[in-house]
């Protein structure tokens, strides 16, 4: 925010709305325009779009893309990208149903101990991947799309072959109550839960040193190791860290579809990407802010809610998610020309 | 009179008009100018060497007669007309040809396929292999090279991909060679080889341009020198006529003037940094050995990959040492992360800002904390004290006279100068014994130039020890004390501050002609 102030001031006076568009463009990125644009259409296509109930909505489905997509922003930051964000996610879903059915199932009792011990394995088991895949491109400098390709394969045919390709049920009934459509302070519990991890990075990132780091890492690996960082355990951590944010999310929508599924989450690599695109967050690496992310991620989630509304196709909404993804990269490219020429 | 008696020299006709002729040829990077005004010219069947320091413009000139790069201003004429380069592509199509220290080959294709890349023979729309397979072979075989045209080139030692480089500048009917440093990677044996082809084409007419370091092959197979200095044409000369001292006055001899401040230094304190016996993994530092004390500048002196630069980037742990031993404050610091010697007051400056020193999309702000993000003012507890650091980077960057002085700007939107005040001000983020600036003022411009140095000494009058690594030779006569010139990964020399004069280092910069 101070750095957009910053520079506002002093950009020079501008002449046309060709030119502030231009400006405005460069210095927010595609975001609000894709925003701005997407809700007067669905405004228009249905009249149930624009209210609150329906923004809710909107909100408590995202969420779990949002957590996806923070993890996934670490790993574009450093300059890498995650693939198996989806993977962790499905298996923290399939060994977290698991453990906490089997615990349920011997100790009827106890339920908050199932609850407990259940996410604690989930979530352990989806950080395995990203344990795996930060070794991977920290010590033994395999590239990111390599490790997280091949962990992502690696992942699911372990959920597959834990669940015998069928659903897990068996939990108690109070995990879902609480994590799945329960509500914490008056907010729903997975939103509350976004929000706490939202906040925790943000501080992490934007208030301690290994926070900025990341952002170094990425902006330039050489640099930053010698300015005596330690780029290999911020890589290591980075992918560790992305592969927790998604067994979170994994495990809280387990408990909003009461089931432990090695199918869900297929979708995530591409949507966390997207999200992290679309937002600004850069390819390259060294570029991108988490409140961005947040909305990108919103932004997803308001574009398929609009689509349903609209009763628009599932199958179409693919393509229309596809296209946004490449629309955004192409984006940052003219981008990046513009701020070439705004320069000179 | 110089004239006439070089117009007899090289062949015929083509003696009256040059064959290749630059007019004020000008080239202005941002912030830089590389070229300013040279004009130059190339007989046919001469071979003219290209001499002067790293940075002079050499590379510069022979990658705009190459069409690699297109001059700010001037004319080129190539037999007498005005021609324009505008691609690698058309001056091949003219018939000139470079030969880069960078290859331009891909390693994972065959000898024959990187000859005809770009230019492949078709039979009817389709790759017509046999005659590329042919003329492949006739080409080296011509050229008396020893390579078999279906080797993948990966395989092949650097001479010989030298070789292919070559072989492919005869792919269309060559006219001029340009060859930079060409027997930088060779054996005796493999330079004979090549100057017996470059005596061939000399005979067939062609224009050799021919840069190089060793005295003994301009002695060897040079025609006539042309010596740059700091982008300007100094002056032309005969090869046979030109002793090494006259080249080396004309290459160095250049107005010093008021850039460089006064030392006034205190006696140097303790020994700071004790390197002794170092051999780095990768060989390019060989058993060397420096000291430097508190308060003193040392200087390291001698060409690019002599090891001066590698040497103390093994000393700060970016590079891995085999043997040897490194002591900071009498400590030993050998194998050391840069983490922990940065933590024991041990910084390195890297030469590139660009890719090893600076977040080009970051702000001031980040990238001169980014050292010390540890300590305070720049955080309290495990959190940054965002306050403390952005008063410790402006007070840091008004000191330096950062223009604009806008710590929040990113780095990239900043001249070369400046950036190199965001990189240097990391030197006054925490207290540093011993800073190493590897050529702090590579692509800097004159006037931020003179306040680099004053930096640099108001540093050691404070009590650091500094190491300033340097391919400019005036940095290391006007700003250092003592001085090691470096050559092939070992010191060479070590020159006390009454014995650094140009002759001295130089002596030890180059092989000397009786080897």
Same mark, same amino acid.
């Given at each position: 925010?101070?750095?957009?102030?910053?520079?506002?001031?002093?950009?020079?006076?501008?002449?046309?709305?060709?030119?502030?568009?231009?400006?405005?463009?460069?210095?927010?990125?595609?975001?609000?325009?894709?925003?701005?644009?997407?809700?007067?259409?669905?405004?228009?296509?249905?009249?149930?779009?624009?209210?609150?109930?329906?923004?809710?909505?909107?909100?408590?489905?995202? !969420?779990?893309?949002?957590? !996806?997509?923070?993890?996934?922003?670490?790993?574009?930051?450093?300059?890498?990208?995650?693939?198996?964000?989806?993977?962790?996610?499905?298996?923290?879903?399939?060994?977290?149903?698991?453990?906490?059915?089997?615990?349920?199932?011997?100790?009827?009792?106890?339920?908050?101990?199932?609850?407990?011990?259940?996410?604690?394995?989930?979530?352990?088991?989806?950080?395995?991947?990203?344990?795996?895949?930060?070794?991977?491109?920290?010590?033994?400098?395999?590239?990111?799309?390599?490790?997280?390709?091949?962990?992502?394969?690696?992942?699911?045919?372990?959920?597959?072959?834990?669940?015998?390709?069928?659903?897990?049920?068996?939990?108690?009934?109070?995990?879902?109550?609480?994590?799945?459509?329960?509500?914490?302070?008056?907010?729903?519990?997975?939103?509350?839960?976004?929000?706490?991890?939202?906040?925790?990075?943000?501080?992490?990132?934007?208030?301690?040193?290994?926070?900025?780091?990341?952002?170094?890492?990425?902006?330039?690996?050489?640099?930053?190791?010698?300015?005596?960082?330690?780029?290999?355990?911020?890589?290591?951590?980075?992918?560790?860290?992305?592969?927790?944010?998604?067994?979170?999310?994994?495990?809280?929508?387990?408990?909003?579809?009461?089931?432990?599924?090695?199918?869900?989450?297929?979708?995530?690599?591409?949507?966390?990407?997207?999200?992290?695109?679309?937002?600004?967050?850069?390819?390259?690496?060294?570029?991108?802010?988490?409140?961005?992310?947040?909305?990108?991620?919103?932004?997803?989630?308001?574009?398929?809610?609009?689509?349903?509304?609209?009763?628009?196709?599932?199958?179409?909404?693919?393509?229309?998610?596809?296209?946004?993804?490449?629309?955004?990269?192409?984006?940052?490219?003219?981008?990046?020309?513009?701020?070439?020429?705004?320069?000179? | 009179?110089?004239?006439?008696?070089?117009?007899?020299?090289?062949?015929?006709?083509?003696?009256?008009?040059?064959?290749?002729?630059?007019?004020?040829?000008?080239?202005?990077?941002?912030?830089?100018?590389?070229?300013?005004?040279?004009?130059?010219?190339?007989?046919?069947?001469?071979?003219?060497?290209?001499?002067?320091?790293?940075?002079?413009?050499?590379?510069?000139?022979?990658?705009?007669?190459?069409?690699?790069?297109?001059?700010?201003?001037?004319?080129?004429?190539?037999?007498?007309?005005? /021609?324009?380069?505008?691609?690698?592509?058309?001056?091949?199509?003219?018939?000139?040809?470079?030969?880069?220290?960078?290859?331009?080959?891909?390693?994972?294709?065959?000898?024959?396929?990187?000859?005809?890349?770009?230019?492949?023979?078709?039979?009817?729309?389709?790759?017509?292999?046999?005659?590329?397979?042919?003329?492949?072979?006739?080409?080296?075989?011509?050229?008396?090279?020893?390579?078999?045209?279906?080797?993948?080139?990966?395989?092949?030692?650097?001479?010989?991909?030298?070789?292919?480089?070559?072989?492919?500048?005869?792919?269309?009917?060559?006219?001029?060679?340009?060859?930079?440093?060409?027997?930088?990677?060779?054996?005796?044996?493999?330079?004979?080889?090549?100057?017996?082809?470059?005596?061939?084409?000399?005979?067939?007419?062609?224009?050799?341009?021919?840069?190089?370091? =060793?005295?003994?092959?301009?002695?060897?197979?040079?025609?006539?020198?042309?010596?740059?200095?700091?982008?300007?044409?100094?002056?032309? /000369?005969?090869?046979?006529?030109?002793?090494?001292?006259?080249?080396?006055?004309?290459?160095?001899?250049?107005?010093?003037?008021?850039?460089?401040?006064?030392?006034?230094?205190?006696?140097?304190?303790?020994?700071?940094?004790?390197?002794?016996?170092?051999?780095?993994?990768?060989?390019?530092?060989?058993?060397?050995?420096?000291?430097?004390?508190?308060?003193?500048?040392?200087?390291?002196?001698?060409?690019?990959?002599?090891?001066?630069?590698?040497?103390?980037?093994?000393?700060?742990?970016?590079?891995?040492?085999?043997?040897?031993?490194?002591?900071?404050?009498?400590?030993?610091?050998?194998?050391?992360?840069?983490?922990?010697?940065? =933590?024991?007051?041990?910084?390195?400056?890297?030469?590139?800002?660009?890719?090893?020193?600076?977040?080009?999309?970051?702000?001031?702000?980040?990238?001169?904390?980014?050292?010390?993000?540890?300590?305070?003012?720049?955080?309290?507890?495990?959190?940054?004290?965002?306050?403390?650091?952005?008063?410790?980077?402006?007070?840091?960057?008004? =000191?330096?006279?950062?223009?604009?002085?806008?710590?929040?700007?990113?780095?990239?939107?900043?001249?070369?100068?400046?950036?190199?005040?965001?990189?240097?001000?990391?030197?006054?983020?925490?207290?540093?014994?011993?800073?190493?600036?590897?050529?702090?003022?590579?692509?800097?411009?004159?006037?931020?130039?003179?306040?680099?140095?004053?930096?640099?000494?108001?540093?050691?009058?404070?009590?650091?020890?500094?190491?300033?690594?340097?391919?400019?030779?005036?940095?290391?006569?006007?700003?250092?004390? =003592?001085?090691?010139?470096?050559?092939?990964?070992?010191?060479?020399?070590?020159?006390?501050?009454?014995?650094?004069?140009?002759?001295?280092?130089?002596?030890?910069?180059?092989?000397?002609?009786?080897?």
């Amino acid at each position: 925010m101070a750095e957009q102030s910053v520079t506002a001031s002093n950009a020079p006076a501008i002449g046309g709305l060709g030119n502030l568009t231009k400006r405005l463009f460069v210095k927010l990125g595609i975001l609000p325009f894709l925003l701005f644009i997407a809700m007067i259409v669905f405004t228009l296509l249905s009249e149930n779009f624009l209210t609150l109930q329906n923004m809710m909505n909107v909100l408590r489905q995202s !969420v779990y893309l949002m957590i !996806v997509a923070l993890g996934q922003m670490l790993a574009l930051l450093t300059g890498g990208f995650d693939l198996s964000v989806g993977t962790a996610l499905a298996l923290s879903s399939v060994v977290g149903a698991m453990v906490m059915a089997a615990i349920f199932a011997i100790a009827p009792d106890m339920v908050w101990l199932a609850i407990a011990l259940g996410c604690l394995s989930g979530i352990l088991a989806g950080v395995t991947i990203g344990i795996v895949n930060g070794a991977g491109v920290a010590f033994f400098n395999v590239s990111p799309f390599m490790v997280s390709l091949g962990m992502a394969s690696v992942g699911f045919g372990i959920a597959l072959y834990l669940t015998g390709g069928v659903p897990v049920y068996g939990m108690p009934m109070a995990f879902s109550d609480t994590f799945g459509y329960g509500y914490l302070l008056g907010i729903p519990a997975p939103v509350f839960v976004a929000a706490l991890l939202a906040f925790g990075l943000y501080v992490f990132l934007y208030r301690t040193p290994q926070g900025r780091y990341f952002y170094a890492v990425g902006g330039n690996l050489k640099a930053a190791s010698l300015s005596g960082i330690n780029t290999k355990a911020t890589l290591f951590f980075t992918y560790v860290l992305s592969a927790f944010f998604a067994a979170v999310a994994g495990m809280l929508l387990t408990a909003r579809i009461d089931t432990g599924e090695a199918n869900i989450g297929a979708s995530m690599p591409l949507e966390s990407i997207a999200a992290c695109v679309i937002a600004g967050v850069s390819l390259r690496g060294g570029v991108g802010r988490l409140e961005s992310v947040v909305l990108g991620a919103l932004f997803i989630g308001l574009i398929q809610n609009g689509m349903n509304l609209a009763q628009i196709e599932s199958y179409l909404q693919t393509v229309v998610l596809g296209i946004l993804l490449i629309l955004a990269v192409i984006a940052d490219q003219i981008r990046l020309r513009y701020v070439a020429s705004l320069k000179n | 009179m110089l004239d006439s008696i070089n117009k007899q020299k090289s062949c015929g006709e083509a003696g009256v008009t040059p064959l290749l002729q630059t007019k004020g040829i000008t080239k202005d990077y941002p912030g830089v100018r590389a070229l300013d005004g040279v004009d130059f010219e190339l007989r046919a069947g001469e071979v003219h060497v290209l001499f002067g320091e790293n940075g002079a413009g050499k590379s510069t000139l022979i990658s705009i007669l190459a069409g690699a790069n297109q001059p700010s201003t001037g004319r080129i004429t190539y037999k007498g007309k005005p /021609v324009t380069l505008d691609s690698v592509h058309d001056a091949r199509s003219l018939g000139i040809s470079a030969v880069f220290q960078e290859f331009s080959l891909i390693p994972q294709m065959t000898v024959e396929e990187n000859l005809f890349l770009g230019a492949e023979p078709r039979r009817a729309g389709l790759l017509d292999q046999a005659r590329i397979s042919r003329e492949a072979q006739e080409t080296l075989e011509e050229l008396g090279f020893a390579l078999k045209p279906d080797q993948l080139v990966d395989r092949l030692t650097r001479a010989e991909q030298q070789m292919v480089e070559i072989a492919k500048a005869f792919r269309s009917e060559l006219q001029v060679l340009i060859l930079d440093e060409p027997t930088a990677s060779l054996t005796t044996h493999e330079t004979d080889q090549l100057f017996e082809l470059i005596a061939g084409l000399k005979k067939r007419g062609v224009g050799v341009i021919y840069i190089t370091h =060793r005295m003994a092959e301009i002695r060897r197979i040079g025609d006539r020198i042309t010596v740059l200095r700091d982008g300007r044409y100094i002056d032309t /000369v005969n090869a046979a006529e030109a002793t090494e001292d006259d080249l080396v006055q004309l290459m160095t001899g250049r107005v010093v003037g008021a850039i460089f401040p006064e030392l006034n230094l205190n006696a140097p304190g303790d020994v700071v940094l004790d390197a002794r016996n170092v051999t780095t993994n990768d060989g390019l530092v060989v058993d060397a050995s420096v000291t430097v004390r508190a308060g003193e500048i040392v200087g390291m002196a001698g060409l690019v990959g002599s090891g001066k630069s590698e040497l103390m980037q093994a000393c700060f742990g970016a590079m891995a040492i085999r043997t040897g031993t490194v002591m900071l404050n009498g400590q030993g610091i050998t194998g050391h992360t840069p983490k922990r010697n940065i =933590r024991d007051g041990f910084l390195y400056l890297p030469a590139d800002r660009h890719n090893e020193g600076l977040m080009m999309t970051r702000s001031v702000r980040e990238n001169v904390a980014l050292a010390s993000l540890d300590i305070e003012p720049f955080s309290k507890g495990i959190f940054i004290n965002r306050g403390g650091e952005k008063k410790a980077v402006e007070a840091l960057t008004t =000191r330096l006279n950062l223009s604009p002085p806008q710590i929040e700007r990113t780095v990239e939107h900043f001249s070369g100068g400046n950036q190199q005040k965001v990189m240097l001000a990391r030197a006054l983020t925490r207290k540093y014994d011993l800073i190493v600036f590897d050529e702090p003022t590579v692509g800097v411009d004159v006037g931020t130039r003179a306040s680099i140095y004053e930096f640099i000494v108001e540093l050691a009058r404070g009590g650091v020890a500094i190491v300033l690594i340097s391919s400019d030779l005036p940095e290391i006569l006007h700003l250092t004390t =003592r001085a090691y010139v470096f050559f092939h990964g070992r010191t060479q020399a070590e020159l006390q501050a009454d014995q650094l004069t140009e002759e001295k280092v130089l002596a030890h910069f180059f092989e000397k002609e009786a080897c």
